[in-house]
């Protein structure tokens, strides 16, 4: 059993409310479980990640990561109720896992988001080495210390992700939502209050949901480009105003609101409950 991939954006799981149902990881994938953005329609799975905290590897996750060692695709699928196969531009992405429960959810995508941080750390630091100056050996040698240091902890965090996830980096990966929670805000850091304002109970409600935010993105940003373009070079480096609604933003603001109790023009944040992980051989 496949379905059809219609809308999955490229980008990083660290804009979980501006993407399409599936988010494809690619070879340098992260993520942090939640988000309280709402604004653009993806970011390219290429993009640098700042690393979270220290370079340890991930903890261990508890939900049922292991899976795919120990049931075939259409097993997994069958047992767990999700599609066993996801058809995209790419070819189809096949299932490989499925994470059930926000924690584990929450450290699949904070493992990411490390393995990510590590290798755009490796690349930065290799450039740095080729850079310094020969002649500059104490300097050299700093840089090549840092650059066993990163790579023995990224090979370590990649064992735990392939033991733990079937996860490698000849693969491509799509994350798939099967079910999420859409929470308002109020406050931040410990102060911080969730009130949980719509459920999705399956990825096409949480599809239908991420399409309309990114429609609704990409008019902000045609909105925001339309108005630079009437500015000149001076006025161009201000900060950009608040711009009033088109009518169309208006429309679809009301929209969701009516269907999801979210209002477009403030943040929410995403805790994913169970998601899909599919994989296919990188090109």
Aim: aromatic fraction near 6%; hydrophobic fraction near 35%; charge should be neutral.
């Amino acid at each position: 059993m496949a379905f059809k991939n219609t809308n999955w954006s490229l980008l990083l799981l660290l804009v979980v409310v501006s993407a399409g149902a599936g988010y494809f990881l690619g070879k340098m994938s992260a993520g942090n479980g939640e988000t309280t953005d709402t604004g653009g329609s993806g970011q390219s799975a290429e993009a640098a990640v700042e690393p979270t905290g220290s370079e340890a590897a991930p903890e261990e996750s508890q939900g049922g990561e292991q899976q795919a060692k120990k049931l075939d695709s259409s097993q997994l699928a069958k047992e767990k109720n999700v599609p066993e196969k996801v058809d995209s531009a790419q070819g189809d992405f096949v299932l490989i896992a499925v994470i059930e429960g926000e924690e584990a959810n929450r450290r699949l995508q904070s493992s990411l988001q490390v393995v990510n941080s590590q290798r755009q750390r490796l690349a930065q630091l290799s450039q740095q080495y080729n850079r310094t100056d020969p002649k500059l050996a104490q300097q050299r040698e700093l840089v090549a210390g840092q650059i066993n240091e990163v790579r023995q902890s990224l090979e370590r965090n990649l064992m735990f992700m392939a033991q733990n996830f079937g996860y490698t980096l000849s693969n491509n990966y799509l994350l798939v939502p099967h079910r999420a929670t859409l929470n308002a805000v109020i406050g931040q850091g410990e102060d911080q209050v969730k009130n949980e304002v719509y459920t999705f109970n399956n990825s096409d409600a949480y599809d239908k949901f991420q399409k309309k935010t990114d429609t609704y993105a990409q008019l902000k940003i045609a909105q925001a480009r339309a108005y630079r373009e009437t500015q000149t070079d001076e006025e161009k480096k201000q900060p950009l105003p608040k711009l009033p609604l088109t009518q169309e933003m208006e429309k679809l603001r009301k929209e969701t609101m009516d269907l999801y109790k979210c209002d477009m023009e403030k943040s929410y944040l995403i805790s994913i409950q169970k998601s899909a992980l599919y994989a296919r051989r990188a090109q």
